[in-house]
């Protein structure tokens, strides 16, 4: 490892040693959305040197962004937030590569677009294309960490294919899409627990947050935990599933 790279990430290297900072240096992780969640996943992976970043996104920014997607600022208004966010990561990182796809997902699309990856990172903000991703992610064996939030609260969890519950298993069905409050703050907790888990698993550390959804509170300031099962009947993972 070269000497400015080393001294650049010196204090993460004390956790994981070079070996580990190597794994983040070869990863990809495709992240889904750059907006509120995204932003505060995107941000901490590419300081953190994963090689490459997939970052898609087909929305432009828009003033009322900006209380939560920190990569926006206000001279960013009507750009492709990809282009926006491409812009700041390698402003924050020049060492790494930050690709983007600017087509909005579908169950149609999907295989075609999403691209070879270690880790899918789910920064969306509806259910109908994290139940696409998550769909994708089962067929493909690619790991995938789910973030959401709404107002005060959020959540998290990590769906390891073939070993935990996915997404189905745990919402079966899809929420209606509707513009939902949020305080800035409440995706910056989540999405810093998702890059904490993607690096976790890039780097073989820790405990992931496998069969258990992680709920947090902001109006208490707490945590708590909700244990998740596989579900015999999923339509996506299940034994008993459809063929």
């Keep these: ?26 990863a990809t992780v495709f992240v889904i959305g750059a907006g509120g969640l995204g932003s505060p996943v995107s941000t901490y992976l590419a300081v953190a040197g994963v090689g490459k970043i ?9 003033l009322s962004n900006l209380n939560r997607q ?11 937030k990809t282009t926006s966010a491409e812009e700041k990561l390698l402003s924050l990182n020049p060492e790494i590569k930050v690709e983007t796809i600017k087509e909005k997902i ?11 990856c270690d880790i899918i990172i789910d920064a969306l903000d509806n259910f109908d ?10 067929e493909r064996n690619i790991p995938l960490v789910h973030g959401a939030v709404s107002g005060y609260r959020g959540q998290a969890t990590t769906v390891i294919p073939g070993k935990t519950p996915c997404l189905c298993c745990i919402f079966p069905t899809s929420f209606k899409k509707e513009v939902f409050p949020v305080l800035g703050t409440t995706p910056g907790v989540i999405g810093t627990i998702q890059a904490n888990e993607a690096i976790k698993y890039l780097t073989g550390q820790g405990e992931l947050l496998e069969n258990r959804l992680l709920l947090w509170d902001g109006l208490s300031c707490s945590f708590s935990e909700l244990k998740i099962n596989k579900s015999e009947n999923c339509p996506v993972c299940g034994v008993n599933k459809r063929k």
């Design 54 to 62: 997939i970052l898609a996104d087909f929305d432009s920014v828009e």
């Design 70 to 80: 920190f990569l926006h600022h206000e001279k960013d208004v009507g750009r492709e």
């Design 106 to 116: 579908t169950a149609e699309n999907a295989g075609s677009i999403v691209p070879p």
């Design 129 to 138: 294309t994290r139940h696409v991703l998550n769909r994708l992610a089962v």
């Design 1 to 26: 490892m070269e000497k400015y790279t080393a001294e650049k990430y010196t204090r993460q290297i004390m956790l994981f040693g070079e070996e580990g900072q190597e794994k983040l240096r070869k």
